[in-house]
Structure formats: C-alpha cells, structure tokens
C-alpha cells in the first residue's frame, strides 16, 4: 500500500469528531508521530485548540467546521484538506452524539439525528475518502466503533443501533472492495467506555447526570488503537479492553442471560450515584466547544484506566504467540529430558 511506504511525514490523516473526547486524542496522537492532520468537527473552540496542539508537535494542521451528516460538507472538508495538505492517507470516522432514555422517551427527530451523525455520518466520510482514495488504490479508513457495535444496553437504543449498521455496512464494502481487486483498507476499532466529555453534554432523560459503564479508560488508550489500527490495516477488526472482549463473547454464548443481567443493571451503571439532577446543555443538535474547548478528557480521570494490557498484548499477538509456543516446546523438552533420566535409572 502506498501509504504504508511513505514517511509518516508525508502522510495525511483526517479525523472526523476531532475536537474533543476520542477524536481529540487520536488526533493529537497522529500528530506526535508526525502524520499532518484533518480535523474535522462541529466544534471551533475545540477545532482550534486540536490545531494548537498539532502544530505544537511539530506538524501541519487544518481545520474544517462540518457537520458529518451533511454528505456535501464532509467532501468538501475532504476536498479542503487534500487542497492543504496532499492526498489523505488514512481516514478516521470517530463522531459521537446520542440520547440517555428509554427507547419509547426518544423523539423520531431526535433518533434521527443519532443516526444521521453516528451513522449515516460515517458513509458520508467513507464516500469522501474512497472518492479520493480509489482512483490512487491506497488508504486506509478506520471505522471507530464500540462494544456497543456487538451488544445493545438499555438507554442507547439510538447509538447502538448505529454502530450495529456500521458494521453492516463495512462488511458489505469490504467484499467490494475484495471484488475489485483494491488495496484500500477497511478496519475497525471497537471501544469500552471512555472518559471523554461526552457524558458532560450527552441528552439525557433518566432524571440524573450520566456516566460511562465501568471499567473507564482514557482516551489516549483509544488513540493509541486506532493509530495502530491505521498502520496495520489488514486487521478486520480490533477490540480494546478486556471488557470489550467480555462483552462479545457473552453475546455470542449466552445473550439471553445478557438481556436478562443488562436489564436489571443497565440503568444503574450509566447513572452517577449520589449527585442531584441539573439540567445541562447538550450537544444533539449544536455543538457545545464552539465557545469552549472541553478537551479529550470527561469528569472521570479519578478512576479511568491510562492503560489496557489486552490491547497492547492484542497490538503484539505474533510475538506473545511465539513466546508462548517457545515456553511450551521448553516445558516439553524438560519434560522429555526428565523422563529420559529417570529410565535410564529404571524409575517410572
């Protein structure tokens, strides 16, 4: 692939959702390697402290205030930043936005908007990229998705069925792409919960501020994957987290008993104990960082994970499989070894 040849100096990557949360992150951690960065959000308080924070790494940086589910703003936000920058190497599709309330609570207008944002905002940002990435046969889009993608909970009907549809979608262009012969990649990176703003500005009806479910991670944890993700394109696929895991393979063994366990628990775990209802802002329908910027962090640092040993462990499988495999021809050597020492003194 070609972008894989170049430097990462000269390669371009965009992010969609980069003014805050996992977008800000992964944004910010193209840039410490040198890529020059897209970014791309509603946000332009949050867009321009992105682009602080990649120009200060060293690299160039370009900002386009679009909304993802406009299909023509997001090409020509594509369009701006080849004209900038050069030809996109890899794409990101990381936006986020939902609605915290029972399903029967969330208005036709509001499930509208979710899944124009979450996914229908994602095609939108794959067109553009192909269109720009087809005609060179090389490049990358990563999808980032959630455990979610696998498993719905309670109060996300929206998001969940989106990222649910992204899947769909990206296995029906994945076999196209095969068809055609074409070296344009397709992967995604599912995510557990993350601290990032989100839960600040999210829309809520459940009568109390929100929370992600634990266990938390930070973003950079997020970042770090994507990033990786984006350089080892022939990967489907990429769980981070070890609850992420979890998560699928409950689904896959026992998702009766999961309906079950989510229904009595799943309100519960997205609600903060012990703090009064406030009515807030939220950011369905207008961006909140376009006065302000929020970061990539959420209120949740006193307990997120900076790490996950799944992951990095996940990144390196070649060479803990190897490891693996020399620690068991070891032990069956000294097996072997011990075995042959006791018959040569007549023990059993």
């Keep these: 692939m070609t972008s894989a040849r170049k430097p990462r100096s000269d390669r371009v990557a965009v992010v969609c959702g980069a003014s805050a949360g996992v977008g800000r992150a992964t944004a910010r951690e193209f840039a410490r390697l040198g890529y020059m960065v897209g970014l791309v959000a509603r946000g332009s308080e949050g867009l321009a402290a992105a682009a602080r924070e990649a120009r200060a790494a060293g690299t160039l940086a370009v900002t ?8 023509a703003a997001v090409d020509e936000a594509a369009e701006r930043v080849e004209s900038e920058l050069g030809p996109i190497d890899v794409w990101v599709n990381s936006t986020l936005l939902s609605v915290i309330a029972p399903f029967t609570e969330v208005t036709p207008e509001e499930y509208h908007r979710v899944t124009d944002a979450c996914y229908h905002g994602y095609v939108h940002g794959t067109r553009a990229a192909l269109d720009r990435m087809l005609p060179r046969d090389a490049g990358v889009i990563v999808q980032v998705g959630s455990a979610l993608a696998y498993r719905g909970i309670p109060l996300q009907a929206a998001y969940c069925g989106a990222k649910h549809a992204v899947r769909g979608f990206d296995d029906s262009l994945r076999a196209e792409l095969a068809d055609d012969g074409s070296h344009v990649r397709v992967t995604e990176v599912h995510l557990p919960a993350v601290n990032t703003p989100q839960f600040s500005w999210v829309r809520s009806r459940v009568g109390a501020p929100t929370r992600p479910v ?32 979890g998560t699928v393979l409950a689904q896959r063994l026992a998702p009766r008993l999961l309906d079950l366990r989510l229904g009595a628990t799943g309100e519960e775990s997205q609600v903060r104990e012990d703090e009064e209802s ?35 462990l996940n990144q390196r499988r070649l060479g803990v499989a190897a490891v693996a495999a020399g620690a068991c021809a070891a032990a069956v050597a000294g097996y072997a070894a011990t075995r042959g020492r006791r018959r040569s003194r007549g023990w059993r």
Excluded at 64 to 71: H, I, L, N
Excluded at 214 to 228: G, L
């Design 64 to 71: 386009v205030e679009a909304d993802v589910a406009d299909a």
């Design 214 to 245: 634990p266990p938390v991670y930070q973003p950079e944890v997020a970042a770090r994957a994507i990033v990786w993700a984006a350089e080892h394109p022939r990967r489907r696929s990429t769980w981070v987290g070890g609850s992420t895991v």
């Design 278 to 312: 406030t009515r807030r802002a939220d950011n369905l329908f207008r961006p909140l960082d376009d006065d302000r910027d929020y970061g990539a962090h959420g209120e949740f640092d006193d307990e997120a994970l900076p790490r996950s040993l799944q992951q990095e």
